[in-house]
């Protein structure tokens, strides 16, 4: 049952990703049926300021020891830095190991790591810096295509909205569905939202060397049926030398890189154009719209119509 929440901040707190966590634990909503929390805005030295990552300043009310025993301890985005004050380690080991649930929202992911509360277990932070928290911390099972994890007492999330979806999921979790929807409902947002964050990642056209004019041609022509033979006789290189020189400068084979380009086109025209799906699956070169809903849904992890539903320029 959650009673008490503590959120601690750091130099370097992102106001947004506080003031969601405020938004969802810390907000009287007594008269729309929400029990209220015990809620503690929590500092290594109370009453003095925390500097915010935008040029202002918070002020916290309790000290290190309000994350005693509140059920669920909160951890916002931060600056993300080779070092953190080991006292709130500790505090934010301590207060887990007692019994409370841990959250971090966006970059707050790597406070949890360098606590030790990482370790062999699947979690998520920004799509940003997922390969980051994972190179840095070896022993976590990084997924970058997810809005949040639920590892039970350690709960993570990606960036910024998806502090608010994991936020509401814990209060989904601990108090039921009428208490959050209640709460989403004054805040203005989904209960609950669909897909990951692979539907939010920028997956530019890779740099690479000699094949610099193919893939420049090949993005003005993805409609066009092509091949590995094809492709290498453009180039003027056998196929197994074009194939070897293609995974060299790109990093992946001429057909995954091609699927990836044409899903990108896929989703430009899902943004920008009324054009139907069957005809943007023609434009692009998957040929049926089958086929363009399958390779969409494992590259971006949403359907065609629900991406431009989300996304489409009004």
């Known amino acids: 049952m959650l009673t008490s929440a503590a959120v601690v901040l750091v130099d ?4 947004f990703e506080f003031g969601v966590v405020c938004e969802v634990f810390g907000i009287d ?21 925390v500097r915010s ?30 070092e953190y004050p080991e006292a709130v380690l500790a505090a934010i080991r301590a207060a887990h190991a007692a019994g409370s649930t841990v959250l971090s929202v966006c970059s707050g992911a790597f406070l949890l790591g360098a606590a030790g509360l990482l370790d062999g277990r699947r979690c998520a932070t920004h799509w940003r810096y997922a390969d980051a928290l994972a190179e840095r911390f070896p022993a976590a099972r990084v997924d970058p295509d997810v809005l949040f994890v639920d590892d039970g007492d350690v709960v993570t999330s990606a960036g910024t909205a998806a502090g608010i979806d ?3 999921h ?10 959050t ?18 539907q939010f990642v ?19 022509n993805l409609g066009v049926e092509h091949t590995v033979g094809s492709l290498a006789e ?12 293609f995974a060299a400068e790109t990093g992946t084979t001429p057909h995954r890189w091609l699927t990836t380009q044409r899903v990108l086109r896929a989703r430009q025209l899902l943004e920008e154009t009324r054009l139907g799906v069957e005809d943007i699956a023609r434009e692009c070169g998957f040929g049926t719209a089958a086929l363009l809903r399958h390779h969409f849904n494992a590259l971006v992890g949403i359907a065609p119509k629900d991406y431009r539903r989300s996304f489409a320029h009004r």
């Open 170 to 179: 814990v209060v989904r979790r601990e108090l039921g569905s009428a208490v």
């Open 166 to 168: 994991a936020c509401l």
């Open 29 to 49: 909503r007594s008269d729309d049926g929400v029990p209220r929390l015990d809620f503690r805005v929590c500092a290594e030295r109370p009453g003095e300021p």
């Open 202 to 220: 920028e997956l530019p056209v890779p740099e690479a060397g000699t094949l610099q004019p193919l893939l420049a041609w090949l993005l003005e």
């Open 234 to 245: 453009r180039a003027a290189m056998s196929e197994r030398t074009f194939a070897r020189r």
């Open 12 to 15: 370097g707190v992102a106001p």
């Open 53 to 82: 990552g935008v040029g202002a300043a918070l002020i916290a009310d309790h000290g290190l020891d309000g994350l005693v025993g509140a059920d669920l301890v909160a951890v916002p985005a931060c600056t993300v830095r080779d």
């Open 181 to 198: 929807t209640a709460i989403a409902r004054r805040m203005v947002v989904a209960p609950q939202r669909e897909g990951g964050q692979r």
